[in-house]
């Protein structure tokens, strides 16, 4: 009998152990730290299908992040992060911009990608790699100059830095330049091989433009009219087209067009014009193919190859646009339109992608039959949206009132219900083409229900 009583004892003490074990695995430090840092308690079981993974701010450590096929890792506002562990060899792009990271050490072999900020400005001295191409440097202090870049880059990207005077010697093979808000008083001698190039907000600067420029887009300074006297020769086989006119800033009232675009960019096809708001549209080359007009509502003059038009937020006191009114045999494939009353199904039937934020409705539906791409983003009355009928590639429903995944169908790839009330996957059965999916931190205790197709998970802040 009291053999019998010390064995049930023990039996209880061994379940009542094996209970205590369970529960202490259920609630390990890891996993606590996971739904701290804003995470499914599961994602280190899934990194192995991911290829692209963005991480939110709140994540301190990455040491969980063991995967083999991960090509793009994005930690830019992880301010909390101080360390990087052993990166994966697959690893092509790598974003530390705002992080504690002192620097990542070294680049990773074959790393092609690289973002940084103030605190690994000590780094870039060092970038000897021969397999980078794209580099941004951001809010970066005690930088004199940009000489000693790596020779391999093809983009550079510089914001900030307020001892930033003097570009120095820029790689030779750099086709792309972006600088914004730096002290630079001086662009000469810039590579030949460079093709697009965007200036905004750096001030007073003179700027020798190479010849062979593709792509300008000026903001907050100016560019003297008779630096662009050479594109009137765009017609020439080897230089291309311009395919962004400057914006010029004339007074403090804000940016104004030339009204002889026409005269002085005949080949033109891709042109923005800012602060034009409700203006009257110059006369626009024919070869036009895509205007972004901010406020834009008069779409009669439109040039009849145009098909590309991004008209977002018209201002209150003017009528939306007529899209009745377009010029004969005008076929739009892209559009935006957000901040508008116009109903969806009162759109273009030719629209292949569509941007309509801001949404005054509570159901989206009656789509354009061919839309591909659909961003409904930011509109807080949109309750449901009908879509299982098209063709999507790509769906944008974050900072919508969308509470279940709706139906969707089998072509979409791409897909991003952050910031909604969604918080479960069951409804994303049978997608198995998605590659991309968009949440935001916290947003989800498990990841169940994931198709193992997606590739690319993205965390974003919690609005």
């Not at 308690?41 to 991911?50: G, S, T």
């Not at 120095?168 to 190039?197: C, D, V, Y």
């Not at 991004?310 to 005008?330: H, N």
């Not at 910031?419 to 994303?428: E, Q």
């Amino acid at each position: 009998m009291a053999t019998g009583a010390r064995l049930g004892s023990s039996v209880s003490l061994c379940a009542c152990l094996a209970g205590v074990a369970l529960l202490a695995a259920a609630c390990s430090p890891q996993e606590a730290t996971f739904r701290e840092q804003g995470l499914p308690e599961d994602l280190p079981r899934h990194v192995w299908q991911l290829e692209v993974l963005q991480v939110p701010t709140a994540v301190t450590r990455l040491d969980w992040l063991s995967s083999p096929r991960l090509k793009r890792l994005v930690a830019r506002d992880a301010a909390g992060l101080k360390y990087l562990p052993t990166l994966p060899r697959s690893l092509r792009e790598l974003d530390i911009r705002s992080t504690s990271i002192p620097g990542p050490g070294h680049v990773p072999e074959g790393l092609e990608s690289l973002s940084l900020g103030g605190r690994q400005v000590r780094t870039v001295a060092g970038l000897k790699s021969s397999s980078l191409l794209e580099l941004t440097l951001e809010d970066v202090p005690n930088l004199p100059n940009l000489e000693g870049l790596p020779a391999s880059l093809q983009k550079l990207v510089v914001t900030g830095g307020d001892l930033l005077t003097d570009a120095g010697a820029l790689p030779p093979r750099l086709k792309e330049m972006r600088l914004e808000k730096t002290q630079i008083r001086a662009l000469k001698g810039l590579p030949l091989s460079l093709r697009h190039m965007t200036l905004k907000d750096n001030g007073a600067m003179a700027v020798e433009l190479p010849p062979f420029l593709e792509s300008l887009a000026v903001k907050g300074q100016s560019v003297p009219m008779e630096q662009l006297a050479f594109l009137r020769n765009l017609d020439a086989p080897s230089p291309g087209q311009l395919r962004v006119l400057p914006t010029f800033l004339q007074s403090s009232q804000g940016p104004a067009f030339d009204p002889r675009i026409r005269e002085i960019a005949p080949a033109l096809i891709l042109l923005k014009l800012e602060g034009a708001t409700g203006a009257e549209l110059p006369d626009l080359p024919p070869s036009l193919e895509e205007l972004h007009w901010p406020g834009g509502t008069k779409l009669d003059k439109l040039p009849p190859g145009l098909k590309r038009l991004y008209i977002p937020y018209p201002p209150p006191d003017l009528p939306p646009p007529d899209f009745a009114g377009l010029p004969e045999g005008l076929v739009l494939t892209d559009l935006d339109i957000s901040g508008t009353e116009i109903r969806a199904d009162a759109l273009p039937r030719t629209l292949r992608s569509l941007k309509f934020s801001s949404y005054r409705f509570a159901v989206v539906s009656g789509l354009p039959p061919s839309l591909r791409s659909l961003d409904i983003s930011g509109s807080s009355t949109v309750t449901t949206i009908e879509v299982s009928a098209l063709p999507l590639v790509r769906l944008d429903v974050s900072e919508t009132s969308v509470s279940k995944i709706p139906k969707l169908p089998v072509t979409l790839e791409d897909l991003d219900i952050s910031n909604t009330r969604i918080s479960d996957l069951s409804d994303l059965d049978g997608l198995d083409k998605l590659r991309s999916l968009t949440l935001h931190a916290g947003q989800l205790e498990s990841l169940a229900g994931l198709p193992e197709s997606v590739t690319q998970l993205y965390f974003v802040e919690r609005k």
